[in-house]
C-alpha cells in the first residue's frame, strides 16, 4: 500500500485538487429551476428539430445531488485519462505500439429502439383499441400531471407511471420540497397529441406519442412567495416525446382499465384510476397494472412567446 501511495502520489494530490475545485465551482454555480411537470420548462428556449435530452432525475432543475455527482465523475474521468497517458508513455518509451481501441464485441446492440410501426397497424393484436380515446385521454393524464406538480405531491398519478418513471418523478419532487420550491403550472392546455406508431421489445408494447401543449410555468420560493425562475405572464409552447407500454397480448375491453379495489388497510372500495390512495385512510395502494403505463419523457422543444 505504501509503494503504491508513494508511486502514484502525484496523481493522488491532483485528485484531491481536482475534487475541491469542482466543489468550489458548483458553489458558485446557480442552480437550475424548471417548473412543468418533469422540469423541461425553463427559462430559455430550446429544440426546434432536435430532440432534447431523456427526461432524468437529477437533469436541469434535479438540485445539488446531480451536480455533485457530474461532478465527482469528471474528476475520476480526468484521473483515468490521465493513468492512460502516463501508460502510453511509457509503452511509447519502450519501443511498443499503442494498444488499438476495441471495437464494440459482435452482436452488441446499440441504445436505439426498435424501427416504429405504424398505429393503424397494431389493431391486429389489439382489436378494441381505439386511438381517438387513447389521445383524449393522454391529453387529460397531461394536464392531471401539471396540477399534482404543482401540488407537490403525485400519489394519485401512480397507475398511470409504471415504477421507475414515478420513482425517478417523485425524487425530483422531493428535491424541489427539500429545497422550498413550489412549481407553479397555469393556463394549461393541450394543443395535439400525435402518436407516432408502436414497436414491441422484451414481451412490451410500446407507443411514442408527441405531445405539444401551452402552459405559464415559473417557480416561487416557499418561503418568500418571489419568483425564482420562469415567468407569470409568459406562454411557453412545450413539445414532448412520450413512451408509453403495457405487457403484450393485453385486449382492450377484456382487461378493463377501470379496476375497483378494496383497501387493504381499511377495508373502502377504491377506483384505482381514480386515485392510488385510500381517500378514507389515505393509505397507497398498488395494484397489478395491465393499462398504458408512462414510461419515459423526453423533451423536444420549447418557445416562449
Not at 452488441?108 to 380515446?133: H, I, K, W
Not at 377501470?258 to 395502494?285: D, R, Y
Request: charged content about 20%; overall charge positive.
Amino acid at each position: 500500500m505504501r509503494e503504491f501511495i508513494k508511486k502514484h502520489r502525484k496523481w493522488m494530490i491532483l485528485l484531491m485538487a481536482l475534487f475541491l475545485l469542482s466543489l468550489l465551482f458548483q458553489a458558485a454555480m446557480p442552480v437550475p429551476v424548471r417548473a412543468d411537470f418533469g422540469n423541461f420548462a425553463g427559462d430559455s428556449d430550446f429544440g426546434g428539430g432536435g430532440g432534447g435530452g431523456d427526461w432524468d432525475f437529477d437533469s436541469d432543475g434535479g438540485g445539488g445531488i446531480g451536480t455533485t455527482l457530474i461532478a465527482i465523475a469528471l474528476v475520476i474521468v480526468i484521473l483515468i485519462v490521465c493513468f492512460i497517458w502516463e501508460g502510453i508513455k511509457k509503452l511509447t518509451g519502450k519501443g511498443k505500439k499503442e494498444v488499438p481501441s476495441r471495437s464494440a464485441p459482435p452482436g452488441v446492440a446499440g441504445s436505439s429502439r426498435p424501427a416504429l410501426q405504424m398505429l393503424s397497424a397494431y389493431t391486429a393484436l389489439d382489436p378494441g383499441f381505439n386511438e381517438a380515446q387513447f389521445r383524449e385521454r393522454l391529453a387529460n393524464l397531461y394536464v392531471q400531471m401539471q396540477q399534482r406538480w404543482h401540488e407537490r405531491n403525485i400519489d394519485s398519478l401512480k397507475p398511470y407511471f409504471t415504477d421507475f418513471f414515478y420513482n425517478q418523478s417523485n425524487m425530483q419532487l422531493q428535491e424541489l420540497i427539500r429545497n422550498a420550491q413550489i412549481p407553479c403550472t397555469e393556463r394549461v392546455a393541450v394543443l395535439d397529441v400525435s402518436p407516432q406508431g408502436f414497436y414491441q421489445n422484451s414481451g412490451i408494447d410500446h407507443v411514442v406519442v408527441i405531445i405539444r401543449s401551452r402552459i405559464v410555468a415559473y417557480i416561487i420560493n416557499e418561503r418568500t412567495g418571489q419568483v425564482i425562475s420562469g415567468s407569470k405572464t409568459k406562454e411557453k409552447f412545450m413539445t414532448y416525446e412520450w413512451d408509453l407500454c403495457r405487457k403484450s397480448g393485453v385486449i382492450t375491453g377484456r382487461t378493463d382499465a377501470l379496476q375497483s379495489v378494496t383497501c387493504p388497510h381499511c377495508g373502502a372500495p377504491i377506483n384505482i384510476n381514480q386515485s392510488a390512495k385510500c381517500p378514507f385512510c389515505e393509505s397507497v395502494v398498488t395494484v397489478t397494472n395491465q393499462d398504458w403505463a408512462l414510461n419515459n419523457i423526453k423533451g423536444i422543444s420549447q418557445h416562449t412567446r
